[in-house]
Every structure is written in structure tokens, then in C-alpha cells.
């Protein structure tokens, strides 16, 4: 690259959302011809992107094309966490993007989050899981966090690139988070916290967990009542991180099981209050779905980039291949898809901005864009023959980290659950 990262970016977190515009100019990704101080619209509905989130989205895609694809093989054979990228992009301000301005950090919002989360992902999901974790990690700070809380744990998100995770997912508890086991125990000016969560990304490089737990002993007590959520310091004696999971896809990530030995977890690290916990974790989700689910969308989009390119190319029967109606309509199918994932999520994202309740939408973008990633990346498998079935070749590492998709932050079953409970209850109100 023409100047180094560090130069271009060196103070970026602390400068408010402007930063990440200069990084654009510095990068050379937008022409300074296309700036302007106003998004363009057509009266209160519009599909174009203002300037200032063209040049989010230029600044991402550039790296991703030019610090995370010529490594990805790299990372998904070796299972190495990507720190050196993850910092560059905390250096550019590509990491933490939604945290308030008051705090030091960008506060752009969802919409905007989607916008890099796409192109991030084009390069490589396992890179992105990796950084969007983060936002799932630091969500519940974000919505029931108090002041002190909120300067203390996210603020040193931005003093220094460091890593934190969502401790929910139990090896008796994923879909159905009320059967969640780990409780913590009130004792004096403390809680007792004992359990084991698994699966648990970004779990062996975290500084800091969001943990959920059972405060409530009733079996009986509803689930909205039952539980707490904590933040709880990786270095905080009794916490056990287990051994690097070996997954099927996105393997750049890291995925471990967290133990919880008699953890003394300060009661001023509660987040809102006793039994808010349960909302608290689930109403991150509401904030979060929608840039996962841009993240399937961007791996959808590089699966049907490596399909069309590899169909203009391969010739079978002295034609190109994109040329037989067999392969044409899988590529228009490719499309359809696409397309249909990537405007609801970004209906979803607008939805959170405009302060209004999206369960619903997210949903609907996080089944469908996981959906539409596994049968794109499927086809592109297709289109290529034999060759896609060869690690040579990215579409079969592409099929692999797709997969994901139907299944953490809610699996594409327990998506529909939710999208039938909502349609149904607007459905009764009338």
C-alpha cells in the first residue's frame, strides 16, 4: 500500500466520525470530487448511499481486498487469530464503530455498521466474526450500561485494540437460553458466579466478558425475572478459557468454552439491574442481527463474484459455460437472492436508527441473508465442478464459513419461531 496504515490513521478512534472519512481521502478510495457535506435523496426515499457512507464503504472494501483476502487461505489452514489485521482495522476505526460519541468512539449507526460489515466480510467472515463479536460483547454495555460502566469498559475498547465476548451459550442452553445453568450468587458486595459457557467467540483473546446467569434459584420464575447480566474481567481469578475450538468454517475467529470457578464478580458490575438480564441479552440481538446478517450477504456477493468469473471463463461443450441455461439460471438465482437479503437487512438496520422495535425485520434479514449465503456458496461449488470441491479454489472454503449463518445468534429455525410470533401478534392487534 502506498502509506502505511498507522500514518494514515494514528489517533482515528478519538476523532469522531470525520476520521474514518480522512482515512477514505488518505487510502485514495474516493476521488475528493465525490465529498459533499449532504447525502443525496429524492424526497424521504432513497437507495443511494450519502457521500459520507460511501466513503465507509469504499475505506472497508479496500481493505478488505488488500489486507484480508491475500492471507485468508492462510488463516483458515492455520487457525490463527488475525490479531495484526484486526488492529489495523481498530487503527483505522473499522472496529467499535457503534460506540457513542460520548465515549470517545464513532457512534455511527447500524445502517452505517452494515455498510463495512458487507465488505468486510467479502474478504473473509471469519475475520469479520471475529471484530463483529465485539459489537455483541459490548451491546448490553451500550443499552443498560451505566456512565461509570460504560467509560470504564467501553473506553478502553478505544484506548487500545482489545477484544471482548458474549458469555450466553451453555452446553445445555443455545436456542433455549432459559435453560441456562450458570448462576451467580449474592453474597455480600459481590456475586458468586459458577458455570461453563461454550462456544463462545472471541473467548481466548477477550479482555472482558458479557456473562448471563441465574440469579433466581426458582425453576419456577419466569425467564425475564430469572436471570442477570454481568460484566465480568478475563483476568479475574476462577475464570478457566479452554482449548481453541477446530470448527467447520470461519476459522480465523476463536471459539472456546469459558469456565466459571467461584468467580467474585463486583456487584457494580451488574448491568441494569438484578433479573434484567434475560431483555438485556435478547434485545442485543435485535441490534446485532442485521450486520451479521450483511455479513452473509457479503460472502453471498464474493461466492456469486468467484461463480460469474470463474462461468466467463470455463468452456464445456465449446461454449462458456455461463453461456448454458442450466448455469445462467443459477447465477440469476445468485441475484435474486442477494438483492432480496441485502435490502432487508439494510430495511432492518434503518429501522433500529429510526428508534423503533425491529425484532421483526431482523429476523427476517438474519434467516433469509443465512439462507441465501449457504445456497450461493453451494452453487458456486456448482458452477465450479470439480475445482470447487479443491482448496485451491475459494469457493469450497466459501461453502464451509457459510454455514455459520444458520446458526449462531439464532439458528434459522428459531428465526422463523420469532418472525411467525410477530407476524402473528400484529396480525391479532389488528
Given at each position: 500500500?502506498?502509506?502505511?496504515?498507522?500514518?494514515?490513521?494514528?489517533?482515528?478512534?478519538?476523532?469522531?466520525?470525520?476520521?474514518?472519512?480522512?482515512?477514505?481521502?488518505?487510502?485514495?478510495?474516493?476521488?475528493?470530487?465525490?465529498?459533499?457535506?449532504?447525502?443525496?435523496?429524492?424526497?424521504?426515499?432513497?437507495?443511494?448511499?450519502?457521500?459520507?457512507?460511501?466513503?465507509?464503504?469504499?475505506?472497508?472494501?479496500?481493505?478488505?481486498?488488500?489486507?484480508?483476502?491475500?492471507?485468508?487461505?492462510?488463516?483458515?489452514?492455520?487457525?490463527?487469530?488475525?490479531?495484526?489485521?484486526?488492529?489495523?482495522?481498530?487503527?483505522?476505526?473499522?472496529?467499535?464503530?457503534?460506540?457513542?460519541?460520548?465515549?470517545?468512539?464513532?457512534?455511527?449507526?447500524?445502517?452505517?455498521?452494515?455498510?463495512?460489515?458487507?465488505?468486510?466480510?467479502?474478504?473473509?467472515?471469519?475475520?469479520?466474526?471475529?471484530?463483529?463479536?465485539?459489537?455483541?460483547?459490548?451491546?448490553?454495555?451500550?443499552?443498560?450500561?451505566?456512565?461509570?460502566?460504560?467509560?470504564?469498559?467501553?473506553?478502553?475498547?478505544?484506548?487500545?485494540?482489545?477484544?471482548?465476548?458474549?458469555?450466553?451459550?451453555?452446553?445445555?442452553?443455545?436456542?433455549?437460553?432459559?435453560?441456562?445453568?450458570?448462576?451467580?450468587?449474592?453474597?455480600?458486595?459481590?456475586?458468586?458466579?459458577?458455570?461453563?459457557?461454550?462456544?463462545?467467540?472471541?473467548?481466548?483473546?477477550?479482555?472482558?466478558?458479557?456473562?448471563?446467569?441465574?440469579?433466581?434459584?426458582?425453576?419456577?420464575?419466569?425467564?425475564?425475572?430469572?436471570?442477570?447480566?454481568?460484566?465480568?474481567?478475563?483476568?479475574?481469578?476462577?475464570?478457566?478459557?479452554?482449548?481453541?475450538?477446530?470448527?467447520?468454517?470461519?476459522?480465523?475467529?476463536?471459539?472456546?468454552?469459558?469456565?466459571?470457578?467461584?468467580?467474585?464478580?463486583?456487584?457494580?458490575?451488574?448491568?441494569?439491574?438484578?433479573?434484567?438480564?434475560?431483555?438485556?441479552?435478547?434485545?442485543?440481538?435485535?441490534?446485532?442481527?442485521?450486520?451479521?446478517?450483511?455479513?452473509?450477504?457479503?460472502?453471498?456477493?464474493?461466492?456469486?463474484?468467484?461463480?460469474?468469473?470463474?462461468?466467463?471463463?470455463?468452456?464445456?461443450?465449446?461454449?462458456?459455460?455461463?453461456?448454458?441455461?442450466?448455469?445462467?439460471?443459477?447465477?440469476?438465482?445468485?441475484?435474486?437472492?442477494?438483492?432480496?437479503?441485502?435490502?432487508?437487512?439494510?430495511?432492518?438496520?434503518?429501522?433500529?436508527?429510526?428508534?423503533?422495535?425491529?425484532?421483526?425485520?431482523?429476523?427476517?434479514?438474519?434467516?433469509?441473508?443465512?439462507?441465501?449465503?449457504?445456497?450461493?456458496?453451494?452453487?458456486?461449488?456448482?458452477?465450479?465442478?470439480?475445482?470447487?470441491?479443491?482448496s485451491e479454489y475459494p469457493v469450497e472454503k466459501l461453502m464451509r464459513d457459510a454455514k455459520i449463518y444458520q446458526i449462531y445468534e439464532g439458528t434459522a429455525q428459531i428465526q422463523r419461531i420469532i418472525i411467525s410470533r410477530e407476524h402473528l401478534n400484529k396480525a391479532a392487534q389488528g
Open positions: 500500500m502506498a502509506m502505511s496504515l498507522s500514518k494514515v490513521s494514528s489517533g482515528l478512534i478519538r476523532q469522531g466520525k470525520q476520521s474514518l472519512c480522512k482515512a477514505a481521502r488518505a487510502f485514495g478510495t474516493v476521488p475528493d470530487s465525490a465529498y459533499s457535506t449532504s447525502a443525496q435523496g429524492s424526497g424521504g426515499f432513497s437507495f443511494e448511499l450519502s457521500d459520507e457512507q460511501k466513503e465507509y464503504q469504499q475505506t472497508a472494501r479496500k481493505f478488505a481486498r488488500e489486507e484480508i483476502i491475500p492471507i485468508a487461505a492462510h488463516h483458515d489452514q492455520t487457525g490463527e487469530y488475525p490479531w495484526e489485521v484486526v488492529k489495523k482495522a481498530w487503527e483505522l476505526g473499522l472496529v467499535n464503530m457503534h460506540i457513542p460519541q460520548e465515549y470517545g468512539g464513532l457512534g455511527l449507526g447500524t445502517f452505517e455498521s452494515c455498510i463495512v460489515t458487507e465488505e468486510i466480510s467479502y474478504g473473509c467472515t471469519g475475520f469479520q466474526t471475529a471484530i463483529e463479536a465485539n459489537s455483541l460483547g459490548e451491546m448490553p454495555v451500550i443499552l443498560a450500561g451505566n456512565p461509570e460502566q460504560k467509560k470504564k469498559y467501553l473506553g478502553r475498547m478505544l484506548e487500545e485494540p482489545l477484544m471482548c465476548a458474549y458469555c450466553v451459550t451453555e452446553p445445555v442452553a443455545g436456542s433455549d437460553v432459559s435453560g441456562i445453568k450458570t448462576k451467580a450468587e449474592k453474597k455480600g458486595d459481590h456475586y458468586v458466579l459458577n458455570g461453563q459457557k461454550m462456544w463462545i467467540t472471541n473467548g481466548g483473546v477477550a479482555n472482558w466478558y458479557f456473562v448471563l446467569a441465574r440469579t433466581n434459584p426458582d425453576p419456577k420464575c419466569p425467564a425475564g425475572k430469572a436471570f442477570t447480566g454481568f460484566i465480568v474481567d478475563r483476568d479475574s481469578p476462577g475464570v478457566i478459557v479452554g482449548r481453541k475450538e477446530i470448527n467447520m468454517g470461519q476459522r480465523a475467529s476463536d471459539t472456546r468454552g469459558i469456565t466459571f470457578e467461584d468467580v467474585l464478580v463486583p456487584a457494580e458490575n451488574v448491568l441494569g439491574q438484578e433479573g434484567l438480564g434475560f431483555r438485556l441479552a435478547m434485545g442485543a440481538f435485535d441490534k446485532t442481527r442485521p450486520p451479521v446478517a450483511s455479513g452473509a450477504v457479503g460472502l453471498a456477493q464474493r461466492a456469486f463474484d468467484e461463480a460469474t468469473k470463474y462461468s466467463m471463463e470455463r468452456k464445456t461443450f465449446g461454449k462458456l459455460i455461463c453461456e448454458h441455461q442450466a448455469v445462467s439460471f443459477m447465477l440469476a438465482d445468485m441475484a435474486i437472492g442477494i438483492e432480496s437479503a441485502r435490502m432487508v437487512t439494510q430495511r432492518a438496520a434503518w429501522e433500529i436508527d429510526q428508534g423503533r422495535r425491529n425484532t421483526y425485520y431482523a429476523s427476517i434479514a438474519k434467516c433469509l441473508a443465512g439462507d441465501v449465503a449457504n445456497k450461493t456458496a453451494s452453487d458456486a461449488v456448482q458452477i465450479f465442478g470439480g475445482n470447487g470441491f479443491n
